[in-house]
């Protein structure tokens, strides 16, 4: 079976065994450029290689080929057998490292994964349809970046550890030097400060012996700092650096932090205290730009030429202060840009004055599209896949300088794991991409940073996930809930109670059941279920015949709603939850029995009282009759009262 595809101007011949005793023949001929999509990674991240068809088709049953390079198989797939099984063709560089999207196959997704990225994976991709009518194929280039490190320990060839040292010293300045010998490729040196900041340096001198370079760069400093000297090869994503200490005297620096967009007050008083008020002060930032001017009442706000427009309208002085030697100002409403070294002197004063403020203003991450061109636009979500657990979201922001970064946030501002971002560029414009799977029901936030421009810009999107937990979601919002359950007893006798259970107006359509007090489900009658613009009545009627807690559960499964309600029933004739006689009898039961027990205790009380003598009892008798009869008869009377 042939196949000709026209793309390029060399012919290739690509023969792959994706059955037995079948093949197909690839020829590349000159047609215009096609369209490329490009993906990059850092090396040892996994990576997404993106093929679908437009048209969604399931491709369960077709064949397709990614290849690299038009050279090496990457992964071949045909019904129910490709490269994960073993497939012969698939060249060993990708062996084991490459899988495809199983699932996805029945709706057009062909898009292939590569674990542990390499380097030496860079390249063009091509994934192609020979079987389809018309014929189809995909581009892709994949650079995978190399994480700069010290690999010294992989290369004799690679740059050693920087020999730094100190060449001339002054009170205000220093010459530093940094020096690489004998390294391949010619590496490349910089110098920054411990803020990581790229610093101007003189052209770098370059002797080369033996194929191997020996670089030399050298630097002036006048301040104090931790001084980094970094050597890179980018062809073998080498890096390694050396760093050294310098003190530079430097005069007294007040150093002032404010926000953004705040007031901010730069100090500058005379020892003395002395009055200023006919006296010259000159406020200056970096040595250049005038910021404030006084002279003898005449000042930078009332006629004195030669502010800089940065500052017009924006300074102010103490006038009250004046008289004690007060030359501080007020820079109202701070910008990044104010941030430098402002002086406050005195040039006509004896000997002369002059004060340093360091002044940093501390950029506040903000929306800035308006202020800066290359700043990030809102960002763009939206959904791409979603099943009833789980929602592949994408956030994607184009056309950003510097390049931004993306980070997906929940309801509560956590920081979620997402997928790595893909990133493109374009003209010195960077395009993002980035991609994350959320598994539970939340408002979710995409933020993109250009930290170097204090830029900060983000969009939400709400996600429904209807494979949650079971719980009560009416304040959710969520249209369709089913409120909370009506129930209430529609008849009764001595012996039984008729319940009803009614929930209106949900969708989709709940479930309703009743439970005892133990959570046991209990049998009902058949629910009874009406529909009123696509919205469903639900009632759901039950016997009871024993006292107890009973409640009414609606369910809504596809949205994973679930409320109840509760009712205590008692049934005067039946038998309570504890077997215990209930009804009239029960009630009137327990009062009796303490009654007949305190009756009992009191006659026997009041017998014993008799028999002791306590309490005597005058009977009406014939007067022979008073008192015993006889000594032998009293004898038998007081043992029988001591025998009580």
Same mark, same amino acid.
């Given at each position: 079976? *042939? ?114 990225? *390499? ?90 012996? $033996? ?65 200023? *008020? ?28 030669? =502010? ?44 002369? /004055? !002059? ?52 980070? @997906? ?46 830029? =900060? ?11 949650? *937990? ?9 249209? $369709? ?18 319940? =009803?259970?009614?929930?209106? $107006? ?7 059941? @009743? ?25 759901? /009627? ?30 005067? $004739?039946? !038998? ?11 009630? @009137? ?21 008799? @028999? ?23 004898? =038998? ?8």
């Amino acid at each position: 079976m *042939m196949f000709n595809l026209q793309t390029s101007s060399t012919t290739m011949k690509l023969l792959l065994l994706v059955f037995p005793l079948l093949c197909f023949e690839v020829t590349f001929g000159d047609i215009s450029e096609p369209d490329v999509i490009k993906v990059t990674v850092e090396d040892g991240s996994d990576v997404i290689l993106p093929c679908s068809l437009s048209s969604k088709e399931s491709i369960m049953f077709q064949l397709f080929v990614w290849t690299r390079d038009h050279q090496k198989t990457v992964f071949v797939h045909y019904p129910y057998f490709h490269n994960r099984y073993g497939y012969s063709t698939q060249d060993e560089q990708f062996i084991g490292r490459v899988s495809h999207f199983d699932d996805e196959l029945k709706s057009g997704n062909a898009s292939i994964i590569i674990r542990h990225t *390499m380097v030496a994976d860079s390249g063009d991709y091509t994934c192609e349809f020979p079987q389809l009518q018309p014929r189809q194929i995909f581009h892709i280039k994949l650079v995978v970046g190399g994480v700069f490190k010290d690999r010294t320990a992989e290369n004799l060839g690679l740059a050693t550890k920087p020999y730094v040292t100190v060449v001339d010293q002054t009170a205000d300045w220093a010459l530093l030097q940094c020096e690489v010998q004998g390294s391949f490729p010619k590496p490349k040196l910089r110098w920054q400060d411990s803020d990581g900041k790229k610093l101007p340096a003189e052209e770098p001198k370059e002797t080369e012996r $033996g194929g191997h370079y020996d670089v030399i760069l050298q630097i002036n400093v006048t301040k104090t700092d931790n001084y980094r000297c970094v050597a890179t090869q980018k062809e073998i994503s080498h890096q390694i650096y050396a760093e050294t200490y310098v003190y530079i005297h430097e005069p007294n620096v007040i150093k002032v932090i404010v926000d953004e967009g705040s007031d901010v007050i730069l100090p500058c008083s005379l020892s003395s205290k002395e009055n200023i *008020m006919f006296q010259l002060f000159e406020w200056n930032k970096d040595d250049q730009k005038q910021v404030f001017k006084y002279d003898g009442g005449f000042h930078s706000n009332k006629g004195n030429p030669g =502010q800089d427009e940065q500052f017009i309208e924006r300074v102010s002085h103490f006038k009250d202060g004046l008289m004690s030697g007060n030359a501080s100002i007020t820079i109202r409403n701070t910008e990044v840009a104010d941030s430098g070294v402002y002086t406050c002197e005195f040039p006509r004063h004896q000997p002369r /004055q !002059i004060f340093y403020i360091k002044l940093v203003v501390d950029g506040i991450l903000r929306d800035r599209t308006a202020e800066n061109p290359g700043a990030a636009t809102k960002p763009y979500v939206k959904t791409l896949n979603q099943t009833q657990y789980w929602a592949l979201l994408q956030c994607e922001v184009r056309g950003s300088f510097p390049k931004p970064k993306l980070h @997906w946030q929940d309801s509560d501002g956590n920081i979620l794991h997402a997928e790595e971002p893909k990133v493109t560029e374009r003209g010195g414009r960077y395009d993002i991409i980035l991609n994350i799977t959320v598994t539970k029901t939340d408002n979710y936030r995409c933020v993109a940073t250009q930290e170097e421009i204090n830029h =900060q810009i983000y969009s939400e999107i709400y996600m429904y996930i209807y494979g949650g *937990m079971l719980k009560d979601r009416r304040a959710e919002n969520i249209p $369709g809930t089913a409120p909370k359950p009506s129930v209430t007893p529609l008849k009764q006798t001595k012996y039984w109670s008729l319940l =009803q259970c009614e929930v209106r $107006g949900a969708l989709p359509k709940p479930k309703l059941r @009743w439970q005892d007090s133990d959570g046991n489900i209990l049998h009902a009658e058949e629910p009874k279920v009406t529909e009123r613009r696509d919205r469903y009545n639900v009632i759901l /009627q039950i016997n009871v015949t024993k006292t107890d807690n009973y409640r009414c559960v609606a369910t809504q499964e596809k949205i994973k709603h679930q409320v109840d309600a509760e009712m205590y029933m008692f049934v005067f $004739g039946g !038998i309570s939850k504890d077997n215990s006689v209930s009804g009239s009898c029960y009630q @009137w039961m327990i009062p009796f029995i303490i009654l007949s027990a305190l009756c009992c205790y009191f006659i026997c009380v009041l017998l014993a009282l008799i @028999w002791k003598g306590y309490i005597t009892l005058h009977c009406k008798k014939d007067r022979g009759a008073a008192g015993p009869h006889n000594q032998q008869e009293a004898v =038998q009377l007081n043992t029988r009262r001591e025998a009580v």
